[in-house]
């Protein structure tokens, strides 16, 4: 069965802290993708980033970076020197393949991050 | 570019009537996917649309139907409303069945009475 796991649910952080979201999931197939949404208290969930099961580098986008460990099945979300606007909350989401009936997506239950000035 | 857009953006109902929500996708997309999002958790899979049929459908009552649209929008029909199908009902649009990234409108408010 697929699942996603994300035990933090509420993070709060003063301005300018590191912070780690963390995500575990649960896949039999051998082909993946693994995702992170943003949503904002507006509703939308704005798409982040997507990385196959086949891809494992880090991935750094300006302040965000990701780190996929296929060996501890984790895909964990940092935000370096967080600013009031990452407030949110965020969801880790897992799609198999095509072929084993996949494109749906399996999110996690999310992680809401309060970043307080 | 235009993204994708649902409407209405609320809606209220009572118990046993019809709902109608609608989704228009991001343009060069194909693939139409609906989620509901109850209050506190993360969303989950109704159902999925290419080529105007409904290619994977997730754990949901037949009450819950859809319909795709040779432009590519889409429609989600809820009959015989509950006060549990209050939620915030997601569209999603992504390219080909391909495992594609999905992107997501701003979602309907639904609140049933």
């Known amino acids: 069965a697929q699942k996603v796991t994300q035990a933090q649910t509420e993070i709060s952080v003063v301005e300018k802290e590191d912070v780690t979201l963390d995500c575990v999931y649960e896949t039999r197939d051998t082909t993946y993708y693994l995702f992170w949404y943003k949503q904002p208290p507006s509703g939308e969930l704005v798409f982040l980033i997507r990385?196959?099961?086949?891809?494992?580098q880090n991935e750094i986008s300006g302040r965000y970076s990701w780190n996929f460990q296929k060996s501890t099945s984790s895909f964990n979300f940092t935000i370096t020197a967080s600013q009031v606007v990452d407030s949110a909350v965020y969801f880790c989401a897992l799609s198999e393949s095509f072929y084993n009936q996949g494109g749906k997506l399996i999110f996690g239950q999310g992680t809401e991050l309060s970043v307080k000035p | 570019d235009a993204g994708v857009t649902q409407s209405p953006t609320h809606l209220i109902k009572t118990r046993g009537q019809q709902v109608t929500l609608r989704c228009s996708p991001k343009s060069g997309h194909d693939t139409v996917s609906w989620y509901q999002q109850a209050l506190g958790q993360g969303p989950q899979f109704i159902f999925q649309y290419y080529e105007e049929e409904e290619r994977q459908r997730g754990n949901f009552p037949d009450r819950f139907s859809g319909h795709q649209f040779p432009n590519y929008s889409s429609e989600l029909n809820v009959n015989a409303l509950l006060l549990g199908d209050s939620a915030l009902y997601l569209c999603a649009s992504s390219y080909t069945l391909e495992t594609d990234t999905q992107y997501f409108g701003p979602g309907t408010r639904l609140t049933v009475l």
């Open positions: 990385r196959n099961s086949f891809d494992e």
